[in-house]
């Protein structure tokens, strides 16, 4: 079975730095897209960042400039780099894999982690 850890996460001041990182596991045969969505309170999920194998790295305007993806397709692994971060980055922060497995493609999530940004 697929699964999708994340670490990171956790309380930081407006202004700093924090990491996410989200391993894929479990009966992988390759990876075309890796990203980072978020939910805050009373709000719908929304895209942060993707990596798709191939193509250029996608950001949402709220953090282009901020945020950084990155993967390592060798520990089948996305990381997302958040600088100057700001109280409204305050949400549970998913990752999202678009995994292929046995010859079908499937859209995998992590179980989510807590960002919260004090002002």
């Known amino acids: 079975q697929v699964q999708l850890v994340e670490s990171g996460g956790g309380l930081v001041q407006s202004g700093g730095s924090q990491r996410l990182s989200c391993e894929a596991s479990?009966?992988?045969?390759?990876?075309?897209?890796m990203g980072w969505y978020r939910q805050a309170p009373g709000k719908d999920r929304e895209l942060v960042a993707h990596?798709?194998?191939?193509?250029?790295?996608k950001y949402a305007d709220s953090v282009k400039g901020r945020f950084t993806i990155s993967r390592d397709n060798a520990k089948n692994t996305v990381y997302l780099q958040m600088n100057s971060l700001k109280p409204e980055d305050t949400a549970v922060y998913y990752c999202n894999a678009e995994i292929v497995v046995s010859g079908l493609t499937y859209n995998y999530w992590g179980q989510g982690t807590q960002v919260s940004v004090s002002s």
């Open positions: 990596a798709r194998s191939g193509a250029s790295p």
């Open positions: 479990g009966g992988i045969f390759s990876i075309n897209a």
